[in-house]
């Protein structure tokens, strides 16, 4: 048998494989072509052949809910300092910024501010000189993280104030909303069916290479059989791939160690950006203590243990007598009621371990948060009557308390010391809530002196 007729073999399999690939990228592109000729509403002149990330920006108004509530969680930890969507605070007000901004300029802007500026990208030195040369800090976002931050903000606008802060595109853009939203729906539609059509190309795909692999190994024990074959045929029949080979390759090598070293690098890097977090710190105390038992179930007072949590800078540790004026009675045998028994004995303290701890450098005032502010321990402890064991529910950042006094309004109803500062604010801000922030509680010196 003619040795060229084997080597044809397996090019002729590759050829049979890449024609029918072929055939089904060219039917997915003709899909998406026509999903996006039927599409409504694009502006004339626009780009058609956007990249994804640049197309994500017009949609982000139609981004899934889960889209935008991770950009909520981002928006508050990372952007809520200095920015409002629809306000100039420290940083100028994002509303319209996508409109103001393509997708592919915003991300390595958020990423890197300050070698834009050192770019001389003119508009990245406009705002930075506009703001008094006050440098945007870096982060180390991914480009989904920062899509997903610019579909909440988008999500956000409309409110009062819109207008004045987004600059001249805003009266466009409310003529344009109708539109905006139903090319949303289409593209979203669209986008659905091309998902679901990709999928099932993988699989057919799949289906493919498995079937011609077993057509080959059927086509080899066929010729396995032959009587006429020579010693080449036989040999081109027989041959393996060599994965020593492949293994002791350098560029296999160097493959594999870069990977290795970005691996490393990348997750040192979040390691040290997450210093100083500790939200869900869970640590495990020398005593079993349950408040889903006591606060939960026979739904005992928090101020019965924490005597100070209304009346003081911090919230006391319950100490032993408290707990002994119910176990000198209840549960006496109980193991974990004996430790407490065995520290009073040795008239040594309960060596609680601390959970909720703020930077020495913040100050905080736990009576004018419950007593003043009138908040209930569960907006920074979280669902605590469900705890077996309590661990830290809210980040307790700076962005985090500064995003909560911008939106929690003050009770001022039957307080003097609120009239005159009520009344200024209702004559500059008509119609805006009187917050904890409109009463100064984002200056840096409430916290910080």
Request: with cysteine; aromatic share 8%; glycine share 8%.
């Amino acid at each position: 048998m003619n040795s060229n007729r084997l080597r044809s073999l397996p090019h002729l399999l590759l050829a049979l494989f890449l024609t029918f690939a072929g055939a089904q990228r060219v039917s997915a592109q003709d899909a998406t072509a026509n999903a996006d000729v039927k599409k409504e509403g694009v502006t004339p002149g626009a780009t058609a052949g956007a990249t994804p990330a640049t197309a994500a920006a017009p949609a982000a108004g139609g981004a899934d809910a889960a889209a935008i509530a991770a950009g909520d969680a981002l928006f508050k930890g990372n952007c809520a300092q200095c920015h409002a969507v629809n306000e100039q605070v420290v940083g100028p007000a994002l509303a319209g910024i996508t409109k103001r901004r393509p997708i592919s300029w915003l991300i390595p802007w958020i990423k890197n501010s300050s070698k834009m500026v050192a770019s001389g990208d003119e508009y990245a030195v406009n705002i930075y000189n506009k703001f008094n040369k006050q440098q945007m800090p870096s982060f180390a976002l991914s480009d989904k993280e920062i899509t997903s931050i610019i579909a909440y903000v988008t999500s956000q606008e409309g409110a009062p104030g819109v207008a004045a802060n987004a600059g001249p595109t805003a009266g466009n853009a409310a003529a344009t909303d109708g539109k905006a939203d139903a090319a949303g729906g289409a593209e979203a539609g669209a986008g659905k069916y091309v998902d679901i059509l990709l999928i099932v190309l993988v699989v057919v795909l799949i289906v493919l290479v498995v079937t011609l692999v077993i057509i080959g190994n059927l086509m080899k024990d066929v010729l396995r059989g032959r009587k006429d074959l020579d010693g080449r045929d036989v040999e081109i029949l027989e041959q393996r791939f060599d994965w020593g080979k492949l293994y002791r390759s350098p560029v296999m090598r160097g493959i594999v160690g870069t990977v290795f070293a970005l691996v490393l690098l990348y997750e040192g890097v979040q390691s040290v950006m997450a210093v100083g977090l500790t939200q869900g710190y869970q640590p495990t105390q020398p005593i079993a203590f349950s408040h889903k038992l006591h606060a939960g179930e026979h739904q005992i007072n928090c101020a019965y243990c924490h005597t100070s949590v209304y009346k003081s800078k911090s919230a006391n540790i319950p100490s032993a007598n408290i707990c002994m004026n119910c176990h000198s009675q209840i549960k006496t045998e109980s193991p974990e009621i004996k430790k407490i028994y065995r520290a009073i004995e040795r008239k040594q303290p309960i060596q609680w371990v601390r959970i909720h701890n703020l930077p020495d450098f913040a100050y905080f005032n736990h009576s004018q948060h419950t007593q003043v502010g009138g908040l209930q321990c569960q907006t920074c402890h979280g669902p605590i009557q469900n705890m077996e064991v309590v661990y830290q529910y809210s980040a307790l950042t700076m962005g985090w308390c500064i995003n909560c006094h911008r939106e929690m309004p003050l009770n001022t109803k039957d307080n003097k010391y609120y009239d005159n500062l009520v009344k200024l604010h209702n004559t500059k801000n008509a119609g805006a809530p009187f917050t904890v922030s409109s009463n100064g509680g984002t200056e840096c010196s409430k916290c910080h002196y």
